[in-house]
Protein backbone atom coordinates (compact mmCIF):
# COMPACT_ATOMS: atom_id res chain seq x y z
CA UNK A 1 0.00 0.00 0.00
CA UNK A 2 1.76 3.22 -1.13
CA UNK A 3 -0.32 5.74 -0.96
CA UNK A 4 1.69 8.96 -2.13
CA UNK A 5 -1.20 10.98 -2.83
CA UNK A 6 -2.39 10.66 1.06
CA UNK A 7 0.82 12.18 2.51
CA UNK A 8 0.65 14.93 -0.24
CA UNK A 9 -2.45 16.06 1.16
CA UNK A 10 -1.76 15.56 4.54
CA UNK A 11 1.58 17.74 4.14
CA UNK A 12 -0.44 20.53 2.36
CA UNK A 13 -2.99 20.73 5.10
CA UNK A 14 -0.58 21.16 7.50
CA UNK A 15 1.51 23.52 5.57
CA UNK A 16 -0.95 25.98 4.35
CA UNK A 17 -3.03 25.42 7.85
CA UNK A 18 0.40 27.11 9.45
CA UNK A 19 1.38 29.65 7.08
CA UNK A 20 -2.46 31.22 6.85
CA UNK A 21 -2.04 31.39 10.18
CA UNK A 22 1.31 33.04 10.57
CA UNK A 23 -0.21 35.62 7.80
CA UNK A 24 -3.35 36.33 9.94
CA UNK A 25 -1.15 37.11 12.81
CA UNK A 26 1.09 39.19 10.52
CA UNK A 27 -1.93 41.90 9.38
CA UNK A 28 -3.43 41.68 12.59
CA UNK A 29 -0.29 43.09 13.91
CA UNK A 30 0.41 45.27 11.59
CA UNK A 31 -3.06 46.42 12.01
CA UNK A 32 -3.10 47.19 15.00
CA UNK A 33 0.47 48.85 15.25
CA UNK A 34 -1.55 51.14 12.58
CA UNK A 35 -4.51 52.13 15.00
CA UNK A 36 -2.10 52.86 17.76
CA UNK A 37 0.04 54.80 16.03
CA UNK A 38 -3.38 56.77 14.88
CA UNK A 39 -4.27 56.97 18.31
CA UNK A 40 -1.07 58.71 19.24
CA UNK A 41 -1.28 61.31 16.76
CA UNK A 42 -5.06 62.30 17.18
CA UNK A 43 -4.24 62.10 21.14
CA UNK A 44 -1.33 65.19 20.13
CA UNK A 45 -2.79 66.83 17.73
CA UNK A 46 -5.99 67.00 20.55
CA UNK A 47 -3.57 67.88 23.00
CA UNK A 48 -2.30 70.83 21.35
CA UNK A 49 -5.17 72.49 20.20
CA UNK B 1 18.37 46.32 26.96
CA UNK B 2 14.89 47.51 27.58
CA UNK B 3 13.40 49.54 24.53
CA UNK B 4 11.98 52.35 25.71
CA UNK B 5 10.21 53.99 22.53
CA UNK B 6 7.34 55.96 23.49
CA UNK B 7 3.65 54.86 22.45
CA UNK B 8 0.90 56.87 23.88
CA UNK B 9 -1.18 55.13 26.32
CA UNK B 10 -4.07 56.73 28.81
CA UNK B 11 -3.38 57.51 32.75
CA UNK B 12 -2.54 54.32 34.61
CA UNK B 13 -1.14 52.30 31.90
CA UNK B 14 3.24 52.95 31.12
CA UNK B 15 3.67 55.35 28.67
CA UNK B 16 6.32 53.00 27.36
CA UNK B 17 7.09 50.07 25.50
CA UNK B 18 9.79 47.90 28.01
CA UNK B 19 11.34 45.17 26.97
CA UNK B 20 8.98 45.08 23.78
CA UNK B 21 12.28 45.73 21.32
CA UNK B 22 13.87 42.52 23.47
CA UNK B 23 11.02 40.48 23.12
CA UNK B 24 10.72 41.04 18.94
CA UNK B 25 14.69 40.62 18.68
CA UNK B 26 13.69 37.48 20.52
CA UNK B 27 10.74 36.53 18.52
CA UNK B 28 12.77 36.62 15.48
CA UNK B 29 15.60 34.96 16.42
CA UNK B 30 13.16 32.15 18.01
CA UNK B 31 11.48 31.90 14.13
CA UNK B 32 15.03 31.58 12.65
CA UNK B 33 15.46 28.94 14.73
CA UNK B 34 11.67 27.26 14.06
CA UNK B 35 12.27 27.80 10.61
CA UNK B 36 15.60 25.50 10.76
CA UNK B 37 14.06 22.79 12.67
CA UNK B 38 11.40 22.74 10.64
CA UNK B 39 13.27 22.16 7.63
CA UNK B 40 15.37 19.33 9.39
CA UNK B 41 12.42 17.54 10.94
CA UNK B 42 10.74 17.76 7.05
CA UNK B 43 14.58 16.19 5.36
CA UNK B 44 14.10 13.79 8.29
CA UNK B 45 10.49 12.82 7.76
CA UNK B 46 10.34 12.39 4.38
CA UNK B 47 13.70 11.40 3.32
CA UNK B 48 16.10 9.73 6.23
CA UNK B 49 12.89 7.66 7.83
CA UNK B 50 12.60 4.34 6.31
CA UNK B 51 9.64 3.48 4.39
CA UNK B 52 7.01 1.79 6.97
CA UNK B 53 7.19 -1.73 5.63
CA UNK B 54 2.91 -2.25 6.01
CA UNK B 55 2.28 0.87 5.51
CA UNK B 56 4.53 2.46 2.79
CA UNK B 57 5.13 6.08 2.72
CA UNK B 58 1.45 7.33 3.96
CA UNK B 59 3.25 6.33 7.45
CA UNK B 60 5.40 9.22 7.14
CA UNK B 61 1.89 11.56 8.24
CA UNK B 62 3.07 10.06 11.73
CA UNK B 63 6.14 12.50 11.64
CA UNK B 64 3.62 15.77 11.73
CA UNK B 65 0.25 14.56 12.97
CA UNK B 66 1.63 13.05 16.43
CA UNK B 67 3.42 16.66 16.78
CA UNK B 68 0.13 18.29 16.07
CA UNK B 69 -1.43 16.33 18.72
CA UNK B 70 1.39 16.99 21.28
CA UNK B 71 1.32 20.91 20.59
CA UNK B 72 -2.94 20.34 21.05
CA UNK B 73 -2.43 19.27 24.50
CA UNK B 74 0.59 21.23 25.33
CA UNK B 75 -1.43 24.36 24.76
CA UNK B 76 -4.72 23.35 26.01
CA UNK B 77 -2.67 22.38 29.22
CA UNK B 78 -1.35 26.08 28.78
CA UNK B 79 -4.68 27.44 29.07
CA UNK B 80 -5.49 25.57 32.04
CA UNK B 81 -2.74 27.18 33.75
CA UNK B 82 -3.39 30.71 32.86
CA UNK B 83 -7.14 30.33 33.35
CA UNK B 84 -6.23 29.11 37.08
CA UNK B 85 -4.01 32.27 37.05
CA UNK B 86 -6.26 34.73 35.91
CA UNK B 87 -9.48 33.63 38.09
CA UNK B 88 -6.70 33.62 40.99
CA UNK B 89 -4.88 37.12 40.13
CA UNK B 90 -7.73 38.63 37.42
CA UNK B 91 -4.59 39.90 35.94
CA UNK B 92 -5.15 40.82 31.72
CA UNK B 93 -1.69 39.07 31.44
CA UNK B 94 -3.10 35.40 31.89
CA UNK B 95 -6.26 35.68 30.24
CA UNK B 96 -3.94 37.02 27.21
CA UNK B 97 -1.76 33.93 27.01
CA UNK B 98 -4.70 32.10 27.66
CA UNK B 99 -6.74 33.32 24.74
CA UNK B 100 -3.44 33.02 22.65
CA UNK B 101 -3.06 29.66 23.35
CA UNK B 102 -5.92 28.09 23.09
CA UNK B 103 -6.58 29.51 19.43
CA UNK B 104 -3.41 28.29 18.55
CA UNK B 105 -3.87 24.99 20.03
CA UNK B 106 -7.42 24.66 18.59
CA UNK B 107 -5.19 25.20 15.06
CA UNK B 108 -3.30 22.48 15.99
CA UNK B 109 -6.23 20.22 16.87
CA UNK B 110 -7.52 20.40 13.10
CA UNK B 111 -4.57 19.47 11.60
CA UNK B 112 -4.04 16.56 14.12
CA UNK B 113 -7.95 15.50 12.89
CA UNK B 114 -7.42 16.15 9.45
CA UNK B 115 -4.29 14.58 8.83
CA UNK B 116 -5.53 11.17 10.97
CA UNK B 117 -8.89 11.45 9.10
CA UNK B 118 -6.27 11.66 5.13
CA UNK B 119 -4.27 8.91 6.85
CA UNK B 120 -7.01 6.47 8.26
CA UNK B 121 -8.55 6.32 4.65
CA UNK B 122 -5.67 4.18 3.47
CA UNK B 123 -4.99 2.45 6.09
CA UNK B 124 -8.68 1.70 7.77
CA UNK B 125 -10.96 2.41 4.44
CA UNK B 126 -12.71 4.91 5.69
CA UNK B 127 -12.08 8.78 6.39
CA UNK B 128 -13.60 8.59 10.00
CA UNK B 129 -15.08 6.00 12.47
CA UNK B 130 -17.12 6.74 15.79
CA UNK B 131 -14.26 5.08 17.78
CA UNK B 132 -13.53 6.68 21.53
CA UNK B 133 -10.12 7.84 20.34
CA UNK B 134 -11.35 9.80 16.86
CA UNK B 135 -14.46 10.79 19.32
CA UNK B 136 -12.92 11.89 22.18
CA UNK B 137 -10.03 14.44 20.00
CA UNK B 138 -13.55 15.78 17.76
CA UNK B 139 -15.15 16.41 21.71
CA UNK B 140 -11.82 18.56 22.43
CA UNK B 141 -11.95 20.16 19.42
CA UNK B 142 -15.54 21.09 20.10
CA UNK B 143 -14.58 22.25 23.76
CA UNK B 144 -12.20 24.94 22.51
CA UNK B 145 -14.33 26.18 19.79
CA UNK B 146 -17.35 26.62 22.03
CA UNK B 147 -14.58 28.47 24.32
CA UNK B 148 -13.28 31.08 21.87
CA UNK B 149 -16.69 31.63 20.43
CA UNK B 150 -17.76 32.17 24.59
CA UNK B 151 -14.82 34.93 24.46
CA UNK B 152 -16.07 36.64 21.07
CA UNK B 153 -19.94 36.56 22.21
CA UNK B 154 -19.61 37.65 25.70
CA UNK B 155 -21.37 41.22 26.71
CA UNK B 156 -17.48 42.38 27.93
CA UNK B 157 -13.94 41.49 27.61
CA UNK B 158 -13.88 40.48 31.26
CA UNK B 159 -16.92 38.63 31.50
CA UNK B 160 -15.61 36.89 28.17
CA UNK B 161 -12.31 36.33 30.44
CA UNK B 162 -13.96 34.74 33.52
CA UNK B 163 -16.12 32.59 31.73
CA UNK B 164 -13.79 31.14 29.02
CA UNK B 165 -11.25 30.68 32.13
CA UNK B 166 -13.97 28.18 33.65
CA UNK B 167 -14.24 26.44 30.68
CA UNK B 168 -10.43 26.40 30.15
CA UNK B 169 -10.11 24.10 33.42
CA UNK B 170 -13.31 22.32 33.21
CA UNK B 171 -12.61 21.37 29.57
CA UNK B 172 -8.85 20.12 30.26
CA UNK B 173 -10.48 17.14 31.86
CA UNK B 174 -10.68 15.92 28.15
CA UNK B 175 -7.06 15.92 27.40
CA UNK B 176 -5.56 12.67 29.43
CA UNK B 177 -8.98 11.21 28.40
CA UNK B 178 -8.09 11.59 24.38
CA UNK B 179 -4.42 10.49 25.24
CA UNK B 180 -5.63 7.59 27.66
CA UNK B 181 -8.53 6.56 25.35
CA UNK B 182 -6.62 4.01 23.56
CA UNK B 183 -5.63 2.23 26.95
CA UNK B 184 -8.96 2.61 28.56
CA UNK B 185 -11.17 1.39 25.47
CA UNK B 186 -11.54 -1.05 22.64
CA UNK B 187 -9.91 1.23 19.12
CA UNK B 188 -9.08 1.17 16.07
CA UNK B 189 -6.50 3.84 16.70
CA UNK B 190 -2.79 2.38 17.10
CA UNK B 191 -1.20 2.56 20.81
CA UNK B 192 1.52 5.50 21.70
CA UNK B 193 4.69 3.70 20.62
CA UNK B 194 6.93 5.67 23.17
CA UNK B 195 6.07 4.10 26.27
CA UNK B 196 8.17 3.94 29.56
CA UNK B 197 9.74 0.94 28.94
CA UNK B 198 11.11 2.37 25.33
CA UNK B 199 10.15 3.11 21.80
CA UNK B 200 8.86 0.45 19.66
CA UNK B 201 10.50 1.65 16.23
CA UNK B 202 12.91 2.12 14.16
CA UNK B 203 16.11 4.30 15.65
CA UNK B 204 16.06 6.55 12.35
CA UNK B 205 12.51 6.81 12.41
CA UNK B 206 12.47 7.73 16.45
CA UNK B 207 15.05 10.39 15.49
CA UNK B 208 12.89 11.83 13.11
CA UNK B 209 9.88 11.61 15.26
CA UNK B 210 11.97 13.28 18.23
CA UNK B 211 13.33 16.39 15.98
CA UNK B 212 9.68 16.76 14.64
CA UNK B 213 8.04 16.53 17.63
CA UNK B 214 11.17 19.58 18.95
CA UNK B 215 10.21 21.69 15.69
CA UNK B 216 6.40 21.59 16.55
CA UNK B 217 7.33 22.93 20.17
CA UNK B 218 9.57 25.67 18.86
CA UNK B 219 6.70 27.10 16.38
CA UNK B 220 4.66 26.52 19.36
CA UNK B 221 6.51 28.84 20.90
CA UNK B 222 6.77 31.56 18.43
CA UNK B 223 3.55 31.36 17.34
CA UNK B 224 2.79 31.96 21.31
CA UNK B 225 5.05 34.90 21.66
CA UNK B 226 3.20 36.74 18.61
CA UNK B 227 -0.10 35.75 19.28
CA UNK B 228 0.39 37.37 23.08
CA UNK B 229 2.09 39.97 21.25
CA UNK B 230 -0.85 41.45 19.35
CA UNK B 231 -3.28 40.84 22.63
CA UNK B 232 -1.19 43.54 24.25
CA UNK B 233 -0.99 45.47 21.01
CA UNK B 234 -5.55 44.91 21.66
CA UNK B 235 -5.47 46.26 24.92
CA UNK B 236 -3.25 49.44 24.42
CA UNK B 237 -5.91 50.24 21.12
CA UNK B 238 -8.89 49.63 23.62
CA UNK B 239 -7.44 51.52 26.72
CA UNK B 240 -6.96 54.43 24.36
CA UNK B 241 -10.06 54.61 22.27
CA UNK B 242 -11.39 54.23 26.35
CA UNK B 243 -9.48 57.49 26.98
CA UNK B 244 -10.69 58.92 24.16
CA UNK B 245 -14.26 58.49 24.39
CA UNK B 246 -14.05 59.60 28.38
CA UNK B 247 -12.02 62.58 27.09
CA UNK B 248 -15.01 64.07 24.79
CA UNK B 249 -12.94 63.64 21.86
CA UNK B 250 -14.74 60.99 19.89
CA UNK B 251 -17.73 59.76 20.59
CA UNK B 252 -18.68 56.37 22.43
CA UNK B 253 -19.20 53.26 20.83
CA UNK B 254 -22.83 52.08 19.79
Do not use: C, N
Not at chain 1, 6 to 35: F, K, N, P, S
Not at chain 2, 133 to 160: C, D, H, N, V
Amino acid sequence: MDSLGYLIAALAVTVIGILVYVYYLGTRTRELRRDLAALGRAERSDRRT
Amino acid sequence: MADTRTIPTPAGLPRTAPASGLIEKLTTILGVLTLAAMAVAAYLALVYAPRDALTGQVQRIFYFHVPAAWVGFLAFFVVFIASIGYLWRRSTAWDAVARSSSEIGLLFTTIMLVTGSIWGKPVWGTWWSWDPKLTTSLILWFIYLGYLMLRAYAPTREQGARYAAVLGIIGFVDVPIVYLATTWWRTLHPEAVITPDGAAMDPRMLLAFLVSLGAFTLLYAYLMLRRVRIERLQERVEALEDEAVYEGRVPGRG
